[in-house]
């Protein structure tokens, strides 16, 4: 039996982690933690969103005042300090930009954002957003080692800088310097994946908190119960 469930066992190991590397073309992804209780991750990573995605993604199933009241924001200091456009708090957020205009640009209109995390995989987004490397060849002047001939320009160089790609060994390392240090290019953008999960998936942040109350609820319940079940046997026993 013990064999058994081991068997089972590698078996998933193995097909999900064939699974990761399938979706990555073999490239090894790098990992990020996810913490949605971490509100000043999530407003950050809305900064960064509003700031250098919105003007050509949308994430059309998010509205600002839902994602003001999730990640601990007043109505007003949305309006004030993330909505650039002349929306309104209560809209989904849209770009202004035509697909049409969008495609004629990068050849294709840049995709919805909304559920991007879950068809592509934190660990992917965290690995795409640090590996654009300059390439001649292309119309923006870069690729990516995770998407090849990728028709999104590296909108963050100011921050990171541009780095080159060595085919043989993989690396990556800096042509010119961003304004950021690597570590603090990596917390930007670890806070951006944050953010772009818990759009992904809204919910989860008011289930967590829910879970929260039941297993505390839960607690003084046993409080409650284990002194009466013994109460109950002692004089059976
Ligand atoms: C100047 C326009 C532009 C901006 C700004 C921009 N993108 Fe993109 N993005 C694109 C285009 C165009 C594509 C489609 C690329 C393709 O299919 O070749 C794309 C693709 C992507 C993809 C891959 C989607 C897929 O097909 O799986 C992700 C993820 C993404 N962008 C995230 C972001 C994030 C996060 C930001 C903000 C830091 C951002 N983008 C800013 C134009 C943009």
Redesign the pocket.
Known sequence: MKTLIFALFLGFVSTTSGLAMAASGGIHLDEVEIDLSDKASLQRGAK??MN??L???QASYMRYNRMAKDIGLTDDQVIENLMFASEKIGDTMTVAMRSED?KKW???T??D?SV?SR??GTAW?NT??RSFYVDDEKTMGTNNTV?K?????H??WQQQGYLSHDEESGHLSHVTEGDLSNYDYNVMVAD?VNF?AYIGEPSKIQRLALAKWVLLYLFILFLVVYPMKKAFWRDIH
Do not use: E, N
Not at 149 to 153: A, C, E, L, R, S
């Open positions: 960064t969103f250098y995605c003007s050509c993604h969008a990068f050849g294709v840049p995709p954002l991007i068809a592509r987004l795409y957003l998407f001939d990728v028709g999104m320009p909108v963050l951006l772009l």
